[in-house]
């Protein structure tokens, strides 16, 4: 069965302690993979898209990473304006999106 | 801002009540998704369509029902309504209609109170 596992489920950081969250995968036919932020409470934001292994894409303090199993998200020296969950998802054989549970992440000052 | 739009913003209702919800996707977009997201809980996919037809469904109950217009504009429709119906109610649209690989964007939902 087609699933995606996203851990921690929460990971609390002091602001500027680099980490990375986890979203791992068992899909057949993978077509692409999603990273999305979600404020409490507003519509996940499309931050990446990721296609194949070995690639990788970066926007601010945030580079996403992807092997054959699984995705990186990997966050530097964070900021307390990135406490959101970040959700990962996994688009199958039939582009139809399989979704993670998310991380919940809190950035301490 | 996404360009996805959502309304109402909020929504109270009574048990057994029937609601519709309404969602206008982003210019040139053809797809329109519905999400379910109860409290502290993952995004669940309900339905999916493509320039007016019904392309996939994910875990929509029978009560609910979705339909895409002309003008490609949304609405889903939720009856026989129950306490477990209250969530936030997301709507995402995206360009392609499932042949390419686009991303999502996401309005910013209605919540929806069912007492």
């Known amino acids: 069965e087609d699933q995606v596992t996203q851990s921690p489920e929460a990971l609390r950081l002091q602001e500027g302690e680099s980490s990375s969250l986890n979203c791992s995968y068992t899909?057949?036919?993978?077509?692409?993979l999603f990273w999305y932020r979600q404020d409490p409470g507003k519509g996940p934001e499309f931050l990446f898209t990721l296609y194949s292994a070995g690639e990788e894409k970066e926007k601010e303090r945030l580079k996403a990473t992807l092997t054959k199993k699984e995705s990186f998200l990997h966050i530097t020296a964070p900021k307390p304006e990135d406490s959101a969950t970040y959700l990962c998802?996994?688009?199958?054989?039939?582009?139809?999106?399989?979704w993670g549970a998310g991380t919940k992440l809190i950035i301490k000052p | 801002d996404s360009g996805v739009t959502q309304t109402p913003k909020h929504l109270i209702t009574a048990t057994g009540q029937r609601v519709t919800l309404r969602c206008s996707p982003r210019s040139g977009d053809l797809s329109v998704y519905w999400y379910q997201q109860s409290l502290d809980q993952g995004l669940q996919f309900l339905i999916h369509?493509?320039?007016?037809?019904?392309?996939a469904k994910g875990n929509i109950l029978e009560r609910f029902s979705a339909q895409q217009f002309p003008d490609l504009h949304s609405e889903l429709n939720l009856s026989s309504l129950e306490l477990g119906d209250s969530a936030l109610y997301f709507c995402?649209?995206?360009?392609?209609?499932?042949?390419?690989?686009?991303?999502?964007?996401f309005g910013p939902g209605t919540r929806l109170t069912v007492l």
């Open positions: 998802a996994v688009s199958d054989s039939n582009y139809q999106l399989i």
């Open positions: 899909v057949s036919g993978l077509r692409g």
């Open positions: 995402a649209s995206s360009a392609s209609g499932g042949l390419v690989l686009n991303e999502q964007f």
């Open positions: 369509y493509y320039n007016g037809e019904e392309r």
